[in-house]
């Protein structure tokens, strides 16, 4: 069967800091991947998905970016934090083709001080 | 820009009731639309998905239909339980590459 994996669960790191959030899938191959964040009293938006390796499509401007290294591998990444980048980080995956569910991870709580 | 709406934002019932959760969305050219439940600090569990061709989709004691000539979806759950206390999401896919339009979402709490 098919799992996510997401860390970690929780970071609190400092204003200016760099950030690296990994997301991993097992059991499936070339899947869709997706970053979603919830920020405080909002609803989820999409920041980046990505249908194969290097291919990464970002949905809004930001001070964050996103990598495929490995086709079942998403990693979401900033070079220096702002307060604003504070939230709940989702990592989603779905097979390929119109039409099938996106299964998401655990997530990852930031908060940037 | 697809927008969608989950009213009310908070929902509290008896245990045993049915439970009546809305959704709607603002173009109906949508290639699908899936339910999501969400308890607090935790990740999305995918509840059901209801493609653009369907009119409804059941799983046990949940019930989704979808009306895109009026742009809303409707989650019916069935003899509400405690367990069932959690935040319920709907999302419309604006797309075949599964990008998501989420709504804010509708907390549920069930009472003992």
């Known amino acids: 069967s098919q799992t996510i994996h997401q860390w970690p669960a929780t970071l609190v790191q400092p204003v200016g800091s760099p950030l690296s959030l990994e997301c991993t899938v097992e059991?499936?191959?070339?899947?869709?991947l997706y970053w979603y964040r919830q920020a405080a009293g909002r609803g989820l938006q999409l920041l980046f998905y990505?249908?194969?390796?290097?291919?990464i499509s970002s949905e809004v401007p930001q001070n964050l970016s996103a990598s495929r290294p490995q086709d079942r591998q998403f990693i979401l990444s900033s070079k220096k934090l702002l307060l604003s980048d504070s939230g709940f980080y989702l990592c989603?995956?779905?097979?390929?083709?119109?039409?099938?569910?996106?299964?998401f991870g655990s997530g990852t709580q930031l908060s940037v001080l | 820009k697809q927008e969608v709406t989950q009213i009310p934002a908070a929902l509290s019932v008896p245990e045993g009731e049915n439970l009546v959760l809305n959704c709607s969305f603002t173009?109906?050219?949508?290639?699908?639309l899936q339910w999501f439940r969400q308890d607090p600090g935790k990740g999305l569990t995918s509840l059901l998905l209801?493609?653009?061709?369907?009119r409804e989709q059941t799983s046990g004691r949940l019930n989704a239909s979808l009306d895109k000539s009026s742009g809303r979806s409707t989650l019916y759950i069935a003899a509400s339980q405690p367990g069932d206390s959690a935040t319920y999401l709907c999302?419309?896919?604006?797309?075949?590459?599964?990008?998501?339009?989420f709504g804010a979402g509708t907390q549920v709490v069930v009472t003992p």
């Open positions: 989603a995956w779905r097979t390929r083709g119109r039409g099938e569910k996106l299964f």
């Open positions: 059991g499936t191959s070339n899947p869709n």
């Open positions: 990505s249908v194969g390796i290097g291919q």
């Open positions: 173009d109906s050219a949508i290639y699908n």
């Open positions: 209801i493609q653009s061709s369907q």
């Open positions: 999302a419309a896919a604006t797309d075949s590459w599964g990008k998501l339009q």
